[in-house]
């Protein structure tokens, strides 16, 4: 039998563009994915301690995209959840982004006085400066010194052990997701819309996929399925050098190990996130029962180790956002937008774009509209 669609990837952008084909077109769709499960890097399931977590790190869900939201709410509810990470420097706790409370943790009353007035004076209360920005322009000699000591103790060695590259080396993108904050607001994120799917992300999934015209085969990597489908179009989320064969060479990737560890105390730390910049070879470490909610006796929390990405040995977690890797990619785009007819890409593997699951949601939704229905 012929299928309308083959999708292969189940993640976010899979999932969606399935979703937005079966109903909204009535059209059939097979998503492979090679796996054993849906959700991509957002899936997640209870470990043996019955602990929901999340087994590619901590997923928190945030956007400022009224219609996102309200899209994903026609299959979930929402547990609303405003993250908080704290980054250990010198010993202290800090909050991060690093704001007006990280400033006066840090220094004498004050000093800290001094330096608040002078940031408000020259950028203005309530905005976001990215720390690259502030290194560039700090006007004066005290906002010099904040300037250096946020990146040495923030940013210089967490981007070190994050990408193995330094901060000036990557797109100014990159650390500016975590800008200076000249406000009190503790929050890691500031997006209207913010939460964790209520029943969690798996759930979610699950509805999004439930259409009788969807159908999906797990455990089966693209290539065993080369010739033996008949579709009549293709939409790819994995790697786009993959793909292709890495004809213009490979596309780099940074991966992670997470080692997930369960204590019988009811809590390991304060907030959901701890940000480790300096210290250990992992750069954080997030208890999943402040994401979830969950009240229970005991608690499970992972530490993310960074590596090197080795095709068949871990998996391609980040993009790599560089103007090298820019330029590279620029070739495998060009290629597929000669191929459109036959082939789509998204998603964060797909676009080698370092999305947020609401960007890759957003990405699905206007191919969706823009390509797909116009065909
Ligand atoms: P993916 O989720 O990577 O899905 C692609 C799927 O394609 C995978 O399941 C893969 O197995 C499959 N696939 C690939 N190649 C093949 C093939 N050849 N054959 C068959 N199947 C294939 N975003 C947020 O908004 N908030 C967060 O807090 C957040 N935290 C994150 C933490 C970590 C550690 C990571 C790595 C990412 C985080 N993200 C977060 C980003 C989020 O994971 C992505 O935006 C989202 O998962 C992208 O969805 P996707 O479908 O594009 O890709
Ligand atoms: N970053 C940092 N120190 C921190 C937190 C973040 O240097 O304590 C930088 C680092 O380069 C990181 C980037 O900011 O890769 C983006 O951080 P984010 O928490 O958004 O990363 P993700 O959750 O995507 O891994």
């Not at 097979?30 to 849906?38: A, C, F, K, N, W």
């Not at 065993?224 to 009549?232: F, N, T, V």
């Not at 090298?324 to 620029?330: D, Q």
Request: net charge neutral; glycine share 6%.
């Amino acid at each position: 039998m012929k299928i309308d669609w083959l999708i292969v990837g189940a993640g976010f952008s899979g999932c969606v563009l399935a979703e937005r084909i079966a109903s909204q077109l009535g059209q059939t769709v097979l998503i492979v994915e090679q796996r054993s499960h849906i959700g991509g890097n957002a899936y997640d399931d209870y470990d043996e301690h019955g602990i929901l977590i999340h087994h590619y790190g901590p997923h928190i869900f945030h956007t400022n995209a009224h219609y996102i939201w309200d899209y994903l709410s026609q299959f979930t509810q929402w547990r609303i959840y405003h993250h908080q990470v704290l980054a250990l420097v010198e010993g202290k706790p800090i909050p991060i982004p690093f704001n007006f409370n990280s400033l006066y943790q840090l220094f004498p009353t004050r000093y800290a006085d001094k330096l608040t007035h002078q940031l408000i004076q020259h950028y203005g209360l309530n905005t976001k400066i990215p720390i690259l920005k502030i290194l560039e322009t700090a006007p004066t000699p005290d906002l010099k010194f904040l300037a250096d000591y946020i990146y040495q103790n923030l940013f210089h060695h967490y981007t070190l052990k994050q990408w193995g590259i330094k901060p000036e080396a990557l797109s100014p993108g990159v650390t500016a997701r975590v800008p200076i904050h000249l406000s009190r607001d503790n929050r890691y994120f500031q997006d209207q819309y913010q939460g964790l799917p209520k029943l969690g992300y798996t759930k979610l999934f699950n509805n999004l996929i439930k259409h009788p015209a969807i159908k999906l085969l797990l455990n089966t990597p693209y290539q065993e399925l080369i010739g033996q489908i008949d579709y009549r179009h293709l939409i790819f989320t994995g790697p786009i050098d993959e793909y292709f064969s890495y004809q213009f060479g490979e596309l780099p990737y940074r991966s992670l190990h997470f080692n997930f560890i369960h204590t019988p105390d009811h809590q390991h730390q304060p907030v959901a996130t701890l940000n480790y910049p300096n210290d250990y070879q992992f750069t954080r470490i997030t208890e999943f029962k402040h994401l979830t909610g969950q009240q229970m006796q005991g608690s499970t929390y992972v530490e993310e180790y960074p590596q090197t990405y080795q095709p068949g040995h871990n998996l391609p977690y980040y993009p790599i956002p560089q103007e090298e890797t820019r330029e590279l990619y620029r070739k495998y785009a060009n290629l597929a937008e000669s191929l459109k007819h036959q082939i789509l890409f998204a998603g964060r593997l797909g676009d080698y774009q370092y999305y947020n699951m609401d960007q890759a949601v957003a990405r699905a939704l206007t191919l969706f509209k823009t390509v797909i229905c116009q065909n």
